[in-house]
């Protein structure tokens, strides 16, 4: 995730006055949608329109951008992987295949990167379409790819993942809650000692250095200047890896510091990250930018569908979750094409990024799980 340091600050420490509650009671987009064929239609979207048929990789955008950048193409196979447990369909089977040649001859015939946090939601993703597919390359390369995010451990800061192999002394959230993430899913599955052990180590060291247990922010990373400082931008994307990262250990644990922790970093983003008239979760941009609300929503998703979560915190996540999706769906999809963009209340035009396409994806992903789960209606 490359170009994080070059937003528009003003865009970035957005933040809001409202409070979760504040949905409307008369929300005009509150009419019913048919979730599972939204996540049909946005996930075909994805497939048949970012598809780059010669090369098996996600193209930067759908109209003619051919340029590969790392880190999305793992997000887009977890698009792949949900619409294909989902559906069982091959045409979603045969990318994900194709996926793991295209992306790694791409990438320089490797699945290791210089950026630490890109390796890991390319584990992650393999992790899954393994788990889809019980193909044994998937689960080879995501274990090889965990140890080498390991040696981006170092002592600098007391700790930490760094974010990149030449920058080692900067110590941030996405290199450090994707990995724990990855690492407490790798304890689950394969029983690893050493595995658990670095998901609490990370997990330890996020909560002491970019965390703020009193009102649930997660800071961006730390030290970026040499000079202890943090970074204090406001995003989706680091209240959802973090959350994550807790769920996951609650999971294990069963400790409940661990799903308060969650729910912190939730509300905080539902309070801070969303536009105070509308509580739609504010645009990010385009570029690395737009893959931060999906990413957020995965998680999220994950936190409504703990069973230890109480049922009127629940309702009240998954009312939020409806407002924003149905906002998208009703008033912000190019239903054309089937396109998202970077504000869930705008169309995009004929053209839109990959980055935002995938969000969208995600979010109409996430409601038609909710709807497989009997969470909503």
Same mark, same amino acid.
């Given at each position: 995730?490359?170009?994080?340091?070059?937003?528009?600050?003003?865009?970035?420490?957005?933040?809001?006055?409202?409070?979760?509650?504040?949905?409307?009671?008369?929300?005009?987009?509150?009419?019913?949608?048919?979730?599972?064929?939204?996540?049909?239609?946005?996930?075909?979207?994805?497939?048949?329109?970012?598809?780059?048929?010669?090369?098996?990789?996600?193209?930067?955008?759908?109209?003619?951008?051919?340029?590969?950048?790392?880190?999305?193409?793992?997000?887009?196979?977890?698009?792949?992987?949900?619409?294909?447990?989902?559906?069982?369909?091959?045409?979603?089977?045969?990318?994900?295949?194709?996926?793991?040649?295209?992306?790694?001859?791409?990438?320089?015939?490797?699945?290791?990167?210089?950026?630490?946090?890109?390796?890991?939601?390319?584990?992650?993703?393999?992790?899954?379409?393994?788990?889809?597919?019980?193909?044994?390359?998937?689960?080879?390369?995501?274990?090889?790819?965990?140890?080498?995010?390991?040696?981006?451990?170092?002592?600098?800061?007391?700790?930490?993942?760094?974010?990149?192999?030449?920058?080692?002394?900067?110590?941030?959230?996405?290199?450090?809650?994707?990995?724990?993430?990855?690492?407490?899913?790798?304890?689950?599955?394969?029983?690893?000692?050493?595995?658990?052990?670095?998901?609490?180590?990370?997990?330890?060291?996020?909560?002491?250095?970019?965390?703020?247990?009193?009102?649930?922010?997660?800071?961006?990373?730390?030290?970026?200047?040499?000079?202890?400082?943090?970074?204090?931008?406001?995003?989706?994307?680091?209240?959802?890896?973090?959350?994550?990262?807790?769920?996951?250990?609650?999971?294990?644990?069963?400790?409940?510091?661990?799903?308060?922790?969650?729910?912190?970093?939730?509300?905080?983003?539902?309070?801070?990250?969303?536009?105070?008239?509308?509580?739609?979760?504010?645009?990010?941009?385009?570029?690395?930018?737009?893959?931060?609300?999906?990413?957020?929503?995965?998680?999220?998703?994950?936190?409504?569908?703990?069973?230890?979560?109480?049922?009127?915190?629940?309702?009240?996540?998954?009312?939020?979750?409806?407002?924003?999706? #149905? =906002?998208?769906? @009703?008033?912000? &999809?190019?239903? !054309?094409?089937? $396109?998202? /963009?970077?504000?869930? #209340? =705008?169309?995009? @035009?004929?053209? &839109?990024?990959? !980055?935002?396409? $995938?969000? /969208?994806?995600?979010?109409?992903?996430?409601?038609?799980?909710?709807?497989?789960?009997?969470?909503?209606?």
């Amino acid at each position: 995730m490359k170009n994080i340091l070059f937003y528009s600050l003003s865009i970035l420490l957005l933040s809001s006055c409202g409070k979760i509650n504040d949905i409307p009671l008369n929300d005009p987009n509150d009419v019913a949608v048919n979730w599972t064929a939204a996540a049909d239609s946005s996930s075909q979207s994805l497939a048949n329109g970012f598809w780059n048929s010669g090369g098996s990789y996600f193209n930067y955008n759908n109209s003619g951008n051919t340029d590969f950048h790392y880190w999305p193409q793992a997000h887009g196979l977890d698009v792949l992987v949900d619409a294909y447990s989902r559906t069982g369909n091959a045409v979603y089977k045969n990318e994900i295949d194709q996926w793991f040649t295209g992306v790694k001859i791409k990438n320089g015939n490797t699945f290791y990167n210089n950026f630490y946090d890109d390796m890991e939601w390319n584990a992650l993703a393999m992790l899954r379409a393994y788990n889809a597919t019980k193909d044994e390359k998937f689960k080879t390369a995501a274990l090889d790819v965990w140890s080498n995010i390991q040696t981006g451990w170092n002592s600098t800061m007391n700790g930490g993942i760094a974010w990149k192999k030449d920058q080692l002394y900067y110590k941030n959230t996405p290199a450090n809650a994707p990995a724990c993430i990855l690492a407490a899913r790798l304890y689950k599955q394969f029983n690893g000692a050493s595995d658990l052990e670095w998901s609490k180590k990370i997990y330890s060291w996020m909560k002491e250095h970019l965390f703020e247990a009193g009102t649930g922010f997660v800071y961006d990373g730390i030290n970026r200047e040499n000079n202890g400082a943090k970074d204090n931008w406001k995003f989706t994307y680091n209240q959802g890896t973090f959350l994550g990262a807790a769920l996951e250990l609650y999971n294990i644990t069963g400790e409940k510091v661990y799903l308060n922790d969650a729910i912190k970093a939730a509300d905080y983003a539902l309070n801070s990250n969303v536009n105070s008239n509308d509580r739609i979760l504010q645009s990010e941009g385009s570029g690395d930018g737009g893959l931060f609300k999906g990413i957020f929503v995965r998680y999220f998703t994950q936190l409504i569908l703990c069973p230890g979560l109480e049922e009127g915190t629940r309702n009240r996540y998954v009312r939020f979750m409806e407002h924003n999706a #149905k =906002t998208l769906w @009703n008033e912000g &999809t190019n239903k !054309t094409g089937v $396109l998202f /963009g970077p504000y869930w #209340k =705008t169309k995009p @035009n004929a053209q &839109t990024g990959l !980055t935002e396409q $995938l969000s /969208g994806c995600m979010l109409m992903e996430s409601m038609a799980l909710l709807k497989e789960k009997s969470v909503i209606k």
